[in-house]
């Protein structure tokens, strides 16, 4: 079983670009798919973009379509999420998650990420 670090998270103004990045601790990383999901405060957990074993396919939640990206390095054990032109809506606690691409079974600590206006 993976353990997940998640980092990169932080303060940012609207308009700004911030890189969170997920760490896995495990040989089986590239075996698994992968996913960030979202929880705003009083709101529940939401997926915002998941990622195949190989890279090859992903998906993303309408709200970020167009302004995130989500990559991996299985070389590196390290999954990425590039999130440019951030709202005061994407504040939230970030969480990265293996096991499936919309239903994770192993989730990381999560990290900060607030956006001011």
């Known amino acids: 079983q993976l353990q997940l670090v998640e980092s990169g998270g932080g303060l940012v103004q609207a308009g700004g670009s911030l890189r969170l990045s997920c760490a896995a601790n495990?040989?089986?990383?590239?075996?698994?798919?992968m996913a960030w999901f979202r929880q705003a405060p009083g709101k529940e957990r939401e997926f915002v973009a998941a990622i195949n074993w190989s890279g090859t396919n992903t998906n993303y939640a309408d709200s970020v379509k167009g302004r995130f990206t989500i990559s991996r390095d299985n070389a590196k054990n390290t999954l990425n999420l590039q999130m440019n032109s951030l709202k005061p809506a994407d504040t939230a606690i970030y969480y990265c998650?293996?096991?499936?691409?919309?239903?994770?079974?192993?989730w990381g600590q999560g990290t900060q990420v607030t956006v001011s206006s």
């Open positions: 495990g040989r089986a990383f590239s075996n698994y798919a």
């Open positions: 998650g293996s096991g499936s691409m919309r239903t994770p079974n192993v």
